[in-house]
Structures are given as C-alpha cells and as structure tokens.
C-alpha cells in the first residue's frame, strides 16, 4: 500500500532529513513511527500525502510510483487518505460541523445524505455539543478531536496520524487509541506518530524508528 | 473541554439531528474589506459601461431619426436677384418640382413665414419687405421614392438660375459619421471598461488565493479537486460580481431615467426643439435598457470567468 526505496529528502539547500528510507505498510496494518523531536516524522508523513516529493529515491503508493501521477489520479489517492495533521489544520471560517463534513462535502455529496454520520462520529469523540462552533474557541483538546473526525469520516484505506494525543488527557488518549484500533479492524491500514512512550505501551505494534534521518523497524 | 461524562459513547440515536447545521459557508474565507471594495468598483465600472452604452444607443436612435426626418425632405432656396422676379422665379420652380416623379407634396414657404424664420436673428420691428431675403420650397418625398435629383438639379438651375436644390444628403452623412464615432466610441469604452473589471476581478482573486493558501492545501488533502476549488472561488466571484453589476445597472438606468425627465423638463423651455433635434426624445428605448442590462450581465460573466481562470492559473502553479 505505501513503499519507500532508498528515500532521501533535504529542504532547500539544507542538510538531508531522511536518508536511504525502506520500508512499506501492508494493507490493515497498524504501526507507531516514533523518533525524537525533529527527527523528520511529520516530513516523512507529508511524503506518504504527497505534499512533498522525494529529493531521491521511489515513493510508491497503492502500486504506483507517485512521481508520475496525473492530477486526477493524485486526487483519487488523496481520497483514500485521512491525516491528522500535528497542527490540525481545521479551516476558521467553518464549523466543527462544517470541518468534520469536508471530505463527503468536497465529493460533491448532498448535505443530507452524510448529516447523520457526521453528527454520530461528532457525539462519538466527544464533539456533540461543540459543533456549531468554529476552532478558534475550541480547545487544544477539541481541536484534534475534529481533526480526528475530519481524518475519519471518509473511511479512508489508509490513516495518517501525527501526533494525534498531542494534546488530550491520558484517558481520551487511550480511548482514540482505541478508536483507531477499532478503525484497523474494519480495514484501515493505520500509521500514528508519536513520541508518547506510554501510548505505544497500551497497544503493542511495530514501530517505525526514526532517528538521524534513518529509519529502522522494531517489530 | 467538556465534562468528561461526554468522553463516554453516546447512543446516537437519542437525540434529534439540529435541522439546519450547515450554514452555507463558502469553503474559502470571505474577506469582507476587499470583497466589498471589489464590489464597489464592479459597481462604478458597470454604471460607466452602462452609460456609454446608453449613450450608444441614444445616438444611434437619435441618428436614425435625423435621417427619417431629414431624408424625406428636399428644399429648394431661391436667392433674391434684383434682375428677376423672385415671386415668378418661386412659381416656375414649384411648378417643375410638382412635374418631378416621386414628389409627394410642395410647397412654397411663404414670405411671411420666412421672415419669421429670421425674427431671431435681425429682431422684430425691422421691415423685411424691403430686404433680399431668399425663399424656400419644402418638396415632400413620397416614403420609398427616390426621385432622380441628378437630372432635375441641373435642369433646374438651367430654368431658375437663382434655385440651389438641397437634397440634404451632405448633412444626412454628417449625422451618420457623427453618430457612428458616437455609437463607435460608447463600443470602445464599454470594451475598456470590461477589459477594466476583468484585471480587478484577475487581482483580487489573486489577493484571495494568496489569503488563502492554507485553506487550499488543507482542501486539496481532503481530496477536492482543483474544478471543485475554482468553483468554490468562482461562486463568490460571480456573486460579488452580480452584485456590483446589479448596483451599477440599476445607477445607470436611475441616471439615465432622470436625465430623461430633466429632458422632458426643459421640453417646456424654449430651447427644447434644439435639444429635441439633436438628442431626439431623449428616450433610450428597451433597446437602451435592454443593453444597460446585458452590460451588467456580462461583468458578472466576466468576474466569474476570469475568478475562474485565474484560480485555475494559481492552482497549477501550487502544483
Ligand atoms: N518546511 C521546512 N523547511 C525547512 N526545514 C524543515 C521544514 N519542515 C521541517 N524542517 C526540518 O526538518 C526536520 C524534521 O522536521 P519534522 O517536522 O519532520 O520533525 P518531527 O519528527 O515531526 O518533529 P516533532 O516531533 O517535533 O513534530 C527538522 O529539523 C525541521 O527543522
Ligand atoms: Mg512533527
């Protein structure tokens, strides 16, 4: 589902952040990427959303190499992604509503056909009463827990998550851990980032290590 | 945050869906400021199209009336000469004008009313029986006749040396290239204003982009594509356009009502048969409203357009 060949990427003119990466994620699969603060998680997860292309190396995705995508087919794939952004990159002007709904919307879809869901997915991570509201008086809390429901509400064949406890307490922690496990389960193939030693302890997964730019993988 | 009774799953079902959740947002952020300054110079634009439009449109009625009153209607002026009998000279001519085929009817102004004509010019009170004043002869032509000057001009001189037949042709082509370079320029400005909205509409959908180039990224990794972006943009650019054209038309067509009543106004004064003749009724018609209106549509096309293009530009360079 995603393969990386001998990966390299610097930015600019700057030092190379990941260097020879190999690794790949099979279908349903789950797995942690862990490494220490600006040890290159969030780029290596902006290379799989192909928001950044691979100075060297082969980054190949659903079977295919993503160096010559079309833009429709780029489009497709991104469909079949949800991601968690470390930042959570809700849109201002929109509701938590309104946010969570982006993904059915940008298909094109009826409102009323996907309301129900949302509203569901909104109760089930806590959000039923804040969802009129739009991020700026959310907290940190609530903030991922719409951009959790953004990532989640396309039901994508692959999860991105960057550093999704970041900022919830230790029992909501577990409970979206929980939430992701459950995703696994019905068929995501699930890759969460983080350096939160005792998340990773709840569940246990293998691990992508990143560290000076390389990558290795404790199963 | 929530109480934490909330962290624990809800049964869906109990509660009932809020009716109206989506407030219709559009997707990229509205900056008020220069939405509405956009709007405003859409609207200025419009009223300037719309005018020069209108102004088109008057003058080609305008002309198109000179050329109907003007074009069946010949004279014939006798110049006074002391060596002839201006009275018999009038008669011969009236009567060889009356033979001529395509004449409706003739008729010889009478010398009173000629010197009526001058009144203005040399004052009242002034004897013009002893003045050599010319006289004129008003052939009426038969709608659709066109009778063969070119034989009966110099046949006349030939008879009346002192008769110059004006078939008003000289000024029939003055009016129109007049009112050509009139319909002609109002076409020109209408065109550069167009040209005008567009480059604003092309600059402030630029500004927006840029304004929102989080939101575009953020939307692209959600999946939408760059039709479903442009549209999104494009939807408030024609709206703003719409609107600004609206106001604009609507101005314009104000304007051009009221200065259509000043018009009529003045129509009492004793100017208003100079104002009527060149401006005719000052009305411009459903053709001028009609064409006050397509200028209105068309900027709003053309914001929507371009807004378009535009975002499609962008997008492909963020690519
Ligand atoms: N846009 C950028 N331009 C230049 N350098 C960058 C850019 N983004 C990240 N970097 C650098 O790349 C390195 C890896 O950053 P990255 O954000 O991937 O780390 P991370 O593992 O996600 O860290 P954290 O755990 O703090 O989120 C860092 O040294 C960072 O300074
Ligand atoms: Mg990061």
Redesign the pocket.
């Known amino acids: 589902m995603v393969r990386f060949e001998n990966v390299g990427l610097r ?2 003119m ?1 030092p190379e ?1 990941l260097k020879d990466i190999n690794f790949s994620i099979e279908p349903r699969s789950f797995q942690y990427l862990t ?12 290379l799989i959303l192909m928001a950044l292309k691979p100075t060297r190396g082969l980054v190949n995705l659903f079977g295919q190499d993503v160096s010559r995508l079309d833009a429709p087919t780029l489009t497709a794939f991104r469909r079949r992604m949800g991601v968690v952004f ?1 930042d959570f990159r809700l849109l201002d002007h929109l509701t938590v509503y309104e946010n969570v709904a982006l993904p059915l919307r940008v298909l094109g879809k009826e409102e009323a056909s996907y309301r129900a869901e949302v509203v569901e997915l909104l109760r089930w991570v806590g959000l039923g009463e804040r969802m009129h509201a739009v991020p700026a008086v959310l907290s940190g809390g609530e903030k991922q827990r719409a951009a959790i429901a953004r990532a989640l509400i396309g039901r994508p064949e692959l999860l991105l998550a ?2 999704p406890t970041g900022n919830v307490d230790p029992g909501l922690g577990r409970r979206l851990l929980r939430l992701f496990m459950e995703l696994q389960q019905l068929g995501t193939a699930v890759i969460i ?1 983080t ?1 939160d030693l005792n998340l990773m302890d709840i569940y246990d997964a293998p691990r992508l290590v ?1 560290a000076d730019g390389h990558l290795h993988v404790d199963a | 945050m929530p109480e934490t009774a909330e962290y624990e799953p809800e049964p869906a079902r109990e509660k009932p869906l809020p009716v109206n959740l989506r407030r219709d947002q559009p997707l990229v952020p509205v900056d008020t400021v220069a939405g509405r300054a956009l709007m405003a110079v859409i609207a200025i634009l419009t009223f300037l199209a719309a005018l020069s439009a209108g102004a088109a449109v008057l003058a080609a009625r305008a002309s198109e009336q000179w050329r109907g009153a003007v074009s069946d209607e010949m004279t014939i002026q006798i110049r006074p000469d002391s060596h002839r009998g201006i009275e018999e000279d009038v008669a011969r001519a009236v009567a060889m004008a009356q033979a001529l085929d395509g004449i409706e009817s003739v008729r010889a102004v009478p010398k009173a009313e000629s010197d009526k004509l001058l009144e203005p010019w040399l004052g009242t009170g002034l004897d013009l029986v002893e003045l050599p004043v010319p006289r004129l002869i008003v052939l009426k032509l038969r709608p659709g006749a066109t009778p063969d000057i070119a034989r009966f001009g110099p046949a006349l001189r030939k008879e009346v040396p002192t008769a110059i037949l004006d078939d008003h042709r000289l000024w029939v082509r003055r009016l129109s290239a007049m009112a050509s370079t009139i319909i002609f320029s109002g076409f020109v400005v209408v065109l550069l204003v167009l040209t005008a909205a567009a480059l604003a509409v092309a600059f402030a959908t630029r500004g927006a982009m840029a304004g929102s180039r989080e939101s575009v990224e953020v939307l692209h990794f959600v999946g939408a594509d760059d039709d479903f972006i442009a549209r999104e943009f494009q939807s408030r650019f024609i709206r703003l356009g719409l609107r600004g054209g609206a106001a604009g038309g609507v101005a314009a067509i104000v304007a051009i009502a009221f200065l259509g009543f000043l018009a009529s106004f003045w129509s009492t004064a004793p100017e208003a048969e100079q104002l009527q003749a060149l401006f005719g009724a000052f009305e411009i018609g459903w053709a001028g409203y009609a064409a006050v209106l397509l200028v209105a549509i068309v900027v709003a096309a053309i914001a929507g357009l371009v807004s378009r293009i535009t975002v499609r530009h962008y997008l492909k360079m963020l690519a």
């Open positions: 930015y600019g700057g952040v490494g220490p603060s600006g040890a290159g998680k969030t780029t290596l997860m902006r470390q960057d550093e980032a350096h990143l």
